[in-house]
């Protein structure tokens, strides 16, 4: 591993250590919650045109104090084990801020998807589980992977596949990965999950009026300029709820480059011209355009959602951030050294443990799902509807008052486990960003949400050990 490697896990060591001195709990305790509990490195050959080739691999379980682990698996030629651990750790206290009972994981798989057939994908993806059920390191109870960047509900599907096939009669098996197509047991609203979540964050941080007085900002969501980097998954869904929640999307960054214009960009329109095209650029709509996709995260914003990779605000860079608020839709987006400058000067971070938060709080609801093999509304749906229709027609019968049609529709109407998912998701991101802010305000010796954040987790996880009578 290069040097340039070794640092993603010791950022996050970084912010643990100085969230830690906020709180009473031991220095062997920390030291527990901090450290990563199981590391499991390996290699598989797989036949490739004529030959074969050996592909890299990892799965790390940081934290056993919740079963089962939870965590994404991520394929990128970047992948490296100092990144895994990283993000490891990150779901762990990511659970925790928003009530989700599980400990951290994550995976990584060394390649390019895009250097590979789908034939080849699926061998390499139906390998990697393999080699995770041989080492006991997924199952419902166990380790629950789910998709991260290069990875999808295509590849879920695989794993659930694979781990089924290799535990015949196991009633939960496919609770072994959440990510799923509907028609694999997956959920409605999974896929645009964590972009629903960094919107939902990023409103409900804006809504408090004393915290905008203090950044120089008007409270509400509405007509704020948000750059958006990155147009896959989590990028697009936070640009398209955060523009339908009323703010201005002035600015798109992709790794070929960046496009901006004040008065507005339609994020749908951005996409179709990127599929039909291969490219942001060229997009006739937008003012400005960058070949360096650095360029448009400089660009006169409000807010700047950063949803690619980690490591994209620096010391090198922040000084030319104009934004006023920084969203973090990727984990690890910004160093320790870049967030010291930026909350220096007043900004505000909305930190990647808790902003992205969507994306596992609906794989938990996946989860609970599959567990209990019945969809969410599915039972009580018809009831509710049929309880609203009675007494809709008792009130019109009282009131000699007939509703309209539409707005009949509108009140007798049962919940749609889309709906009841997107309704769990949004007061889980609600109550969690109030916790944080609450921790914050109520330490004045607590500097940025991240660090509230961090004490928030800290102090559940130990709670945690010490009911499992690990800890005194």
Not at 77 to 99: G, P, R, S, W
Not at 156 to 177: E, F, H, K, R
Request: proline content about 4%; glycine content about 10%; overall charge negative.
């Amino acid at each position: 591993m290069s040097e340039t490697e070794n640092h993603f896990f010791s950022d996050v060591c970084q912010f643990f250590d100085h969230a830690a001195q906020f709180t009473q709990h031991d220095a062997g305790l920390l030291d527990q919650i901090k450290s990563c509990n199981s590391v499991y490195r390996f290699r598989f050959p797989i036949r490739k045109g004529n030959g074969f080739e050996v592909i890299d691999a990892w799965r790390v379980e940081h934290s056993h104090h919740q079963s089962p682990t939870k965590g994404g698996i991520r394929y990128s030629e970047m992948v490296n084990e100092d990144e895994v651990m990283a993000l490891a750790a990150l779901m762990t206290y990511k659970c925790a801020i928003v009530n989700v009972p599980f400990g951290g994981a994550k995976g990584g798989i060394k390649i390019n998807p895009k250097n590979y057939s789908v034939q080849d994908l699926e061998n390499i993806t139906r390998r990697y589980t393999v080699e995770l059920i041989k080492k006991n390191f997924i199952g419902p109870s166990i380790d629950v992977p789910a998709p991260d960047y290069g990875s999808g509900e295509r590849e879920m599907g695989w794993i659930a596949d694979t781990y089924a096939t290799m535990n015949p009669g196991q009633g939960d098996a496919l609770g072994c990965v959440t990510g799923k197509p509907i028609a694999l047991h997956g959920i409605a609203g999974r896929r645009e999950a964590t972009g629903r979540g960094v919107a939902i964050a990023t409103r409900e941080c804006v809504s408090v009026a004393e915290d905008m007085k203090k950044i120089g900002l008007m409270p509400g969501i509405s007509g704020k300029r948000v750059i958006v980097q990155g147009l896959g998954n989590v990028g697009f869904y936070s640009a398209k709820f955060l523009a339908e929640f009323g703010a201005l999307i002035v600015g798109i960054c992709e790794f070929e480059g960046a496009i901006y214009n004040e008065g507005g960009l339609d994020v749908n329109t951005v996409f179709e011209h990127r599929k039909a095209t291969g490219s942001i650029l060229g997009y006739p709509l937008a003012t400005k355009e960058f070949k360096n996709t650095m360029e448009g995260l400089e660009q006169p914003c409000d807010i700047l959602v950063p949803a690619a990779l980690e490591n994209q605000i620096t010391a090198d860079n922040i000084h030319r951030i104009q934004a006023k608020i920084i969203t973090e839709g990727a984990n690890g987006p910004t160093s320790p050294e870049a967030e010291a400058v930026f909350t220096a000067r007043g900004g505000m971070i909305i930190p990647d443990m808790y902003a992205n938060a969507g994306g596992v709080t609906v794989s938990y609801f996946e989860w609970l799902k599959n567990l209990s093999h019945v969809s969410f509304g599915r039972i009580n749906r018809r009831f509710e509807e049929t309880a609203s229709l009675n007494l809709v027609n008792m009130v019109e019968g009282i009131t000699g008052v007939a509703l309209t049609p539409m707005q009949r529709s509108t009140i007798v109407k049962g919940a749609s486990e889309l709906e009841l998912v997107n309704s769990g998701l949004e007061d889980t991101m609600i109550r969690s960003y109030h916790e944080i802010r609450e921790t914050l305000v109520q330490n004045p010796k607590i500097d940025t949400l991240r660090t509230a954040a961090f004490v928030v987790a800290i102090n559940k996880i130990a709670v945690s050990y010490k009911n499992l009578g690990v800890w005194p």
